[in-house]
């Protein structure tokens, strides 16, 4: 028996689009197949981190099956990176109108936003989008896909409502899930998370989000520029407390400059309802304050999946705040059984479960000995502008005992960016004092994902700024950012001496 998915928020409302992304990722009619004798693996999961796993190991020539109880495409497809991104992409445009003057271009006023036709739009791009994780394109590629519950009942089996598949390898891949802060009077109040904002048909009045991490900002800015009053609730010193101090202030400025209002350092005491609005009781600097609002927007809090598995039937250890316990390899405490992606990881992301996914597929199938810990991973924050980062923070690196030299570009003297309007951003680079070696970049600019990912080749292939500044980037480009730092890097390896020497060899050579 399939999950009723009709019934799961994020395939809310039952329009032509929502139904066809049901169709794909959990067809109301799927019958689960008969298990075909012993797989080489089987895997939990069908989000990024799964289906990677799945459609690799078939590629591979594996017999395969997987599992999944909800929705195929995971977060990512469903409540995350697609729906998120097509909203994103929204509110630019509404910037881009809103700032068009600047460029010579007069709107008229009465400029409407349809929030309807944007949520109409992200439904349908996602439908479009979740035909790559379909449950019969995964058939199709020869893997045997089980839409159920999958409990683990022995070290080498798993069932499937009254189907048992016995494995040989297994990898655990069912992801994360959004939880709820313990706020007083907040479930009662009722709230919002990323499984359930993209259900919204209404745009808020107001919105209140609790949590400044990478989901409450980008939302926050977003519903701003849709036209709702968004207050940002944050408990520590500034937004995306993660991120370089300079990098979060200018993300921060940003998100004001767009109308959120933004409250840190405040302790959030209660939430409860009155005359049909919900109030928010919060405490900033030993002083009360209320913030009423219309909706309530989770932004913090995510943890593991691991609940229902039967993995202590299996041998797996697991947390139920950190997840599965696993070792470098992303070996379980039961060697024939693998977990990758958010249930295991402390980097959640979508290029981290597939990156994870390919180790898996190494090590569980071809005795292969990759190391999770081995990876660079990059990150970005889809904010406007966005923040990137790849590597070490300056302070990670002096923990650690490195001394850092950190050269640092503003967008501001970078060409492109100035005549696109969008100079207002930097770029860090830490390398090892002394040496060629890049340790760490964040950077701060409208396309800082597109961009990191330069350095994080350099970083992967042990290239470094020396190599970066030898590379011809075209002109003109933001991209000439990272040739600037590389260049700047290159100018240190000048030294006075060097200097007295080079102009003794051209004063011989006049």
């Not at 169709?23 to 990024?48: A, L, M, S």
């Amino acid at each position: 028996m399939t999950t009723d998915v009709f019934k799961l928020p994020q395939v809310q409302p039952l329009d032509e689009h929502n139904r066809v992304l049901v169709e794909h990722v959990h067809p109301p009619d799927w019958e689960n197949p008969e298990p075909d004798g012993r797989y080489n693996i089987v895997v939990v999961g069908g989000g990024t981190a799964g289906l990677v796993t799945a459609a690799g190991a078939a590629g591979l020539g594996a017999k395969v099956a997987l599992i999944e109880r909800e929705l195929l495409g995971g977060d990512c497809l469903n409540v995350g990176c697609v729906p998120s991104k097509a909203l994103i992409r929204c509110a630019r445009a509404i910037a881009d109108v809103r700032d068009a003057g600047t460029f010579g271009v007069l709107v008229p006023d009465g400029v409407e936003v349809d929030f309807a036709a944007i949520m109409e739009r992200m439904r349908r791009l996602r439908a479009g989008i979740s035909q790559n994780d379909s449950a019969q394109r995964f058939r199709d590629l020869g893997i045997d896909v089980f839409v159920g519950e999958g409990r683990f009942t022995d070290h080498d089996t798993i069932a499937v409502g009254d189907k048992s598949l016995h494995f040989a390898k297994a990898c655990i891949a069912t992801g994360a899930r959004a939880v709820a802060l313990p706020i007083a009077g907040l479930a009662e109040a009722g709230y919002l998370t990323n499984e359930t904002l993209f259900s919204l048909t209404e745009l808020p009045r107001r919105l209140t989000v609790i949590g400044a991490g990478p989901i409450g900002c980008e939302m926050a800015q977003c519903f701003a520029r849709f036209g709702s009053k968004v207050t940002l609730l944050e408990v520590s010193p500034h937004v995306l407390l993660r991120e370089d101090r300079d990098a979060a202030e200018r993300i921060q400025a940003a998100m004001q400059r767009d109308g959120v209002e933004i409250v840190c350092d405040c302790n959030i005491l209660r939430v409860r309802q009155e005359n049909g609005e919900k109030i928010v009781e919060i405490e900033v600097a030993g002083e009360g304050r209320t913030v009423p609002t219309d909706e309530i927007l989770l932004g913090a809090g995510r943890a593991p999946n691991v609940q229902g598995l039967g993995l202590d039937a299996a041998g797996v250890e697991f947390d139920e705040r950190a997840g599965v316990r696993v070792n470098d390899r992303l070996q379980t405490t039961n060697p024939n059984i693998y977990a990758a992606g958010d249930v295991c990881f402390a980097y959640k992301f979508t290029h981290t479960a597939d990156a994870l996914a390919r180790i898996v597929l190494q090590n569980a199938l071809f005795f292969g000995r990759s190391k999770a810990g081995a990876l660079t991973i990059p990150w970005c924050t889809y904010t406007d502008p966005e923040i990137a980062h790849v590597g070490l923070y300056a302070h990670e690196a002096e923990e650690k005992g490195i001394a850092v030299q950190t050269f640092t570009i503003e967008l501001a003297t970078v060409d492109r960016a100035i005549l696109e309007g969008e100079d207002d951003g930097f770029l860090k680079v830490h390398v090892q004092k002394g040496k060629d070696r890049i340790l760490g970049a964040t950077l701060v600019a409208r396309h800082a994902g597109d961009m990191i990912s330069e350095i994080t080749l350099a970083m992967t292939s042990g290239a470094g700024l020396g190599t970066i500044a030898k590379t011809i980037h075209p002109y003109p480009t933001q991209a000439e950012a990272i040739k600037k730092a590389a260049d700047a890097y290159a100018r240190t390896r000048l030294t006075p001496a060097v200097k007295r020497l080079f102009e003794l060899v051209l004063r011989w050579r006049r």
